[in-house]
């Protein structure tokens, strides 16, 4: 898994499975080859964990809130999506929360989000992709098994129906539903995935039809909390986010992965009701929450990587691959290096 077959080029033909922002950014550069590239996602579009929920009233981001940049060639693509506005500086005022009391928390990192929402990053990385003559996308189109034909790799859906033949596969998808896929192909790919285990995050979310209570000493335009509690450990007000001030009060409430997992298979609305009571032991004592307009909570199985990993991307000579950030470190820098790097080993671009 160190060495790929020859480097690919525009007579070549690539799937890509999973349209988060490891895929695209995998997608992008093998697309810069001239290499056909055909992306597949089961969700009804691109995202992954940079997806939002939209909502009558407000939109909410239930994956990542917030990124940093510490590479400088990530760093240049943030530069090119913020010059295209689907990017901008966020937060600015963040907090440290605990029933003790709230502290101001400034870690010298400047952050980003999504403008109007987070997924509007990843639509338009796919819009860039799609409007490429050798570029194609398919969404709601889940991927069960490969099938390795004389000339390619053959990829079938949940229904039977099929695409391809494809010279290379890319896989983005999370460790263990790439596991499935490449388990009857490769041992080595599949420990790999069986190693890449991550674990799961409950994301509640809540639509207020006021403001949340004021906080003696904290900015009342505040804009996100991280805290400390054994069921919480981020609030995000997302009306306070780039291009989202005409909504109401709307947050999302991040659990910690061990109370994740221990309420797994709790009904969503149960997990929203803890995480609200969980915000408001963080408040003062006196304080209520304003009426709320609309709640829900989301399960992601698959949230973060257990562990790091020492490899940023894996391949076979057989022409399957995988990235996503489970190969690094779960930020979404991580997600974009990982797949990017791949993307540039693949064409035999030094990285």
């Not at 069921?231 to 997302?238: E, F, G, I, K």
Request: net charge positive; glycine share 8%.
């Amino acid at each position: 898994m160190t060495t790929p077959q020859a480097p690919l080029s525009a007579n070549h033909s690539v799937a890509v499975i999973g349209a988060g922002i490891s895929g695209l950014a995998c997608a992008k550069v093998l697309a810069s080859s001239g290499a056909r590239i055909t992306l597949f996602d089961k969700a009804r579009g691109p995202g992954g964990r940079m997806s939002s929920k939209r909502r009558p009233s407000a939109t909410l981001d239930l994956g990542a809130q917030a990124f940093s940049v510490r590479d400088e060639g990530f760093q240049r693509a943030v530069d090119q999506w913020r010059s295209v506005g689907c990017a901008a500086a966020w937060p600015t005022r963040t907090y440290q929360a605990s029933s003790n009391g709230w502290q101001r928390l400034n870690d010298g990192q400047m952050r980003y989000a999504g403008m109007p929402r987070m997924s509007a990053i990843t639509r338009h990385l796919a819009d860039e992709l799609t409007a490429l003559a050798n570029v194609a996308l398919y969404v709601s189109t889940p991927i069960a098994s490969l099938e390795r034909m004389p000339n390619g790799w053959q990829l079938v859906e949940v229904n039977g129906a099929t695409h391809g033949p494809f010279d290379r596969v890319v896989i983005s998808a999370p460790p263990p539903q790439a596991q499935q896929l490449v388990a009857p192909w490769s041992a080595d790919l599949a420990a790999a995935c069986e190693a890449r285990k991550p674990r799961p995050c409950w994301a509640a979310w809540a639509i207020f039809d006021g403001p949340l209570p004021a906080i003696n000493g904290v900015d009342p335009g505040w804009q996100m909390a991280r805290v400390a509690h054994p069921a919480l450990r981020l609030v995000s007000r997302n009306h306070t986010k780039p291009a989202r001030s005409a909504q109401p009060e709307s947050i999302s409430l991040l659990a910690q992965l061990d109370w994740s997992e221990a309420h797994l298979e709790q009904p969503s609305q149960a997990v929203a009701e803890q995480l609200l009571a969980a915000l408001t032991s963080i408040l003062p004592p006196a304080a209520t929450l304003p009426s709320i307009i609309d709640m829900g909570a989301h399960r992601w199985r698959y949230a973060e990587p257990a562990m790091p990993c020492d490899r940023e991307y894996l391949y076979s000579q057989d022409g399957l691959a995988l990235c996503g950030d489970s190969f690094r470190n779960g930020r979404v820098e991580d997600a974009w290096l990982s797949g990017h790097r791949l993307g540039e080993a693949l064409i035999g671009r030094s990285v």
